[in-house]
């Protein structure tokens, strides 16, 4: 599928030359413009793109230098070069058919809980075994270098707190669980150690699993979600198969994250939108912007004046109105934007 990649990108082995120290990062290494690794040729769930070129890098890396009020929205596409799925992309889930849980399912629906944490449970350890990749160590090394303002995230996989940034979490994250009735919420992992005590032939079977053959029998047919869900055959789920409920009232528990079909919490929409008003640019990486929560802030920062970029592949919603828009993946782009403000440069051409 993916041609090699080194032979594309003329500047892998290019003559560095000293130029400014425009956007540095004190205390931070500046990684090696390094070829994409097999690893992520190998992931499927990234769609292909080229490379970026000298000019996307160049305007990319203006935007960033220029503001002094940066505001970043990161989504889906940062998370699959890291073997999480997304829902709209090519090779995204919505691609093969599959329809996520909604929040009205899940609350009016024993049955629809039960799937969904049965499916949940199966794929924790899978999904929580995915590292940040690097574009989020690009990321978090432009915060700490305080060139970002505030950065604001879709996803629900907690990437970029393990790269050292802490956004605010659009869409809540998999790694809370809350009650529906009390609001009453607990870390996840201690949810898995109760799913586990309450199921204990459940449990065996999952661990025995070989992950290695996503999709055949062996692993139920099991291919992972962007929520940390996953598909695995009814018969698996729907007999016998018992959820913890709330310490506090014995209530409903979900997973802190925000379905489809229910809101952001007001007080975490609101400061989004506060910080994309008040930014001087606004940039959105790796996300197609076609939830109205997302898109919302990118239109509301072009209305306010801000630059907008979008850094994504494929179509997003707001390709109409963005002042700049790369096609590319985020590890291959940002660690070179990053390598143009450092003490050396490639030579591009
Ligand atoms: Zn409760």
Redesign the pocket.
Known sequence: MFSPMCLRFPWLSPPFISTSCRISVPGVPVRETQPPSNFLKDKKVVPQADPPSAEDINHLYQLIDQSTKLVVLTGAGISTECGIPDYRSPNGAYSSGFKPITHQEFVRSIRARRRYWARSYAGWRQFTAAQPGAAHVALASLEQAGRINFMITQNVDRLHHRAGSNPLELHGTVYSVI?L??G?SFCRNLFQDEVKALNPKWAAAIESLDYGNAGSDKSFGMKQRPDGDIEIDEKFWEEDFHIPT?H??N?VLKPDVVFFGDNVPKERADKAMEVARECDAFLVLGSSVMTMSAFRLVRAAHEAGASTAIVNIGKTRADEFVSLKVNARLGEILPRVLNTGSLSIPALH
């Open positions: 009650c009735d009390c009453f709330c506090k009232c209530g």
